[in-house]
């Protein structure tokens, strides 16, 4: 067995802050994972977020009462390991978008076509805005591909109006992004 005691509190401190900020990213990718329907991936991180979190649990409370500065490094690296998490999951771009494009009648057309060109499927219906008849482009696509996506419709379709939602995965469809 290790000796807690034995652990010098500046090393200690490490020790917990790291710790915990590991296990707290883990936890929100975790989340993320779940919320994407990814629960086989989710429960693997969640086996290692749970142990992680046992044993900084043991080490912040050891000897607690006799140095509550654990308290503060555990709290700051709860913190640190949100923040770093979320940009994490953000980087990664995991989990599939649905876009919407809203164009007027005269561009949608050509809209859909140009992005057809460049490997997108796009699904298009009609409607009616405030100055008439627009047509409305869906696209599913991965996160990753937001960025590129939306500089290719603002080119071809300079006045586009564009919404994007989170998606829980999709199934079927022309190249669909799960089988």
Do not use: C
């Not at 779940?34 to 629960?39: A, D, F, I, Q, S």
């Not at 995991?94 to 164009?103: K, R």
Request: charged share 20%; net charge positive; glycine share 10%.
């Amino acid at each position: 067995m290790i000796d807690l005691s034995q652990i010098p509190g500046a090393a200690m401190y490490v020790i917990i802050f790291g710790l915990k900020f590991v296990e707290v990213t883990i936890s929100t990718m975790r989340i993320v994972l779940v919320t994407k329907g990814e629960r086989a991936k989710g429960a693997i991180l969640a086996f290692f977020e749970v142990m992680l979190w046992v044993i900084v649990v043991t080490l912040v409370l050891d000897g607690l009462m006799d140095d509550p500065i654990k308290i503060v490094i555990y709290a700051a690296a709860f913190a640190a390991g949100n923040y770093v998490g979320s940009i994490l999951e953000e980087k990664l771009a995991l989990g599939t978008i649905h876009l919407t494009a809203i164009v007027p009648d005269s561009q949608g057309k050509a809209t859909a076509t140009a992005m057809r060109e460049q490997g997108y499927a796009v699904t298009v219906t009609s409607g009616e805005g405030r100055d008439g008849v627009r047509n409305i482009l869906n696209l599913y696509i991965h996160r990753k591909k937001i960025t590129p996506t939306i500089a290719a419709l603002k080119t071809i379709a300079p006045g586009v109006v564009i919404t994007i939602h989170d998606i829980r995965p999709i199934y079927g469809g022309y190249r669909g992004l799960r089988k």
